[in-house]
């Protein structure tokens, strides 16, 4: 009898330690989401190589994208933020820099043309897939720092274990989010035709030109 009621206690226990994991994870997946939904750069260069790229080649892009998303993540989590706002010339550094990408990235985006299909999957050297990604999600200094305070908050009120769990779910969210992303776009895209697809282009351009509008901002801001 003894012997069984210990039993209930340890199922009971373990019962209780799996849902908790499970609690974590569904937070950290739910933060992640709320967090990577809403249109913004990243989003923009996933939509547009899954429009212009072929389907393979916005895959190999959501991934980059999720390389860099992931490990942005991880560094708030862990503080970054905190770093940059103690020195503010790397801030402004990023803030800079990241500026003249990103006006960059846009002003390609309001002149491209597209005149034709044949035109629509032009491949885009893996190099500059790469730095293009790593400057839409890293060098937004503000974001930067937004997601140290707010994940940072999170990690405050968990222990070791917890945080495990937590990232984990983060990092689930960016996976999914990035890749169903690219996956419906580039299935939507074959329906798209070369004068939709330079709306779209403007939209996205004129969308990150207003980006890079507040980035320059909060440069002038600091200097």
């Not at 003894?2 to 937070?27: A, G, H, L, M, P």
């Not at 550094?93 to 990408?101: D, K, N, P, Q």
């Not at 999170?154 to 937590?166: E, R």
Request: aromatic share 12%; net charge positive.
């Amino acid at each position: 009898m003894i012997k069984k009621i210990k039993s209930n206690i340890v199922t009971t226990k373990t019962n209780t330690f799996k849902e908790k994991k499970v609690d974590f994870y569904i937070q950290g997946l739910t933060l992640g989401l709320a967090y990577v939904a809403p249109i913004g750069m990243q989003n923009l260069f996933v939509i547009n190589s899954a429009l212009t790229q072929t389907r393979l080649r916005a895959l190999v892009t959501a991934l980059i994208v999720i390389f860099f998303d992931v490990t942005l993540a991880l560094a708030c989590f862990f503080g970054i933020g905190l770093i940059m706002q103690k020195y503010a010339a790397v801030q402004m550094a990023m803030l800079f820099i990241g500026g003249l990408v990103v006006a960059y990235i846009g002003w390609g985006l309001l002149k491209s043309k597209v005149s034709a299909l044949a035109d629509i999957k032009q491949m885009l050297r893996l190099g500059q897939t790469v730095w293009q990604a790593c400057v839409v999600t890293w060098f937004n200094a503000q974001a930067v720092i937004d997601g140290t305070m707010l994940l940072g908050a999170f990690k405050a009120t968990m222990n070791h274990a917890q945080s495990l769990h937590f990232l984990f779910g983060v990092i689930s969210a960016s996976c999914l989010w990035f890749i169903s992303l690219a996956l419906i776009v580039s299935l939507a895209g074959s329906l798209i035709t070369p004068r939709t697809l330079n709306l779209i282009n403007k939209i996205c351009g004129t969308v990150i030109i207003i980006y890079d509008i507040k980035l320059f901002w909060h440069f002038a801001e600091m200097v």
